[in-house]
């Protein structure tokens, strides 16, 4: 079968890149583009640094069904490097496909996260700032709200519910699509 693809490398290539990886990496070395992402795949995110300008983050009451506590966090200016992104779909006849999307480095402005949670081996911040809401009758005030002009993180992961940013730029993008499931080890590279 020269020249022909089967089914089973078509669907291997196109579900997990269409959910994750390409929501992500839409702006590769391009250039920056506007960039959305919401779906109901999975996505997990680690990165071995994160760092960014203008932070505020608060409580959202928009989680799954409205159900879930979620953490709404903003940045203005944000920078990651040596990032992982991993998501795995289940396909029917063909089971369990994972793409796993490596970045070397991405920044992005405006760059909002919705997540569950999110975990990071070390943080610091400067010009952190704490408030609680004035009461309003004509809008929502939330329970707290988090700022700080600086934040870092290192050993950072989180599975966003949903994510949006005004721009992204990436460099050094590698996807690896594998049948089953993984994390982020680079076949052929360690």
Do not use: N, W, Y
Not at 154 to 162: D, I, L, W
């Amino acid at each position: 079968m020269t020249g022909r693809t089967s089914k089973l490398r078509f669907a291997l290539a196109l579900a997990p890149l269409s959910v994750g990886g390409t929501a992500l990496l839409a702006g590769s070395a391009q250039g920056a583009v506007a960039v959305a992402f919401a779906g109901q795949v999975p996505v997990t995110v680690h990165a071995a640094r994160v760092s960014g300008s203008d932070l505020t983050a608060s409580p959202s009451g928009s989680g799954r069904g409205g159900l879930l506590p979620a953490l709404a966090t903003r940045l203005e200016q944000a920078r990651v490097e040596d990032a992982c992104v991993t998501s795995t779909a289940q396909l029917p006849l063909v089971g369990a496909v994972t793409a796993v999307v490596h970045i070397d480095r991405a920044s992005a402005t405006g760059l909002t996260v919705e997540a569950g949670k999110a975990t990071a081996r070390s943080v610091s911040v400067s010009g952190a700032e704490f408030s609680t809401p004035q009461v309003s009758l004509t809008r929502s005030t939330g329970l707290f709200s988090v700022g700080a002009r600086k934040v870092s993180g290192r050993e950072v992961s989180t599975e966003p519910r949903a994510f949006t940013a005004g721009t992204i730029t990436a460099s050094g993008v590698t996807i690896d699509l594998h049948q089953g499931e993984g994390g982020c080890a680079r076949e052929g590279h360690r």
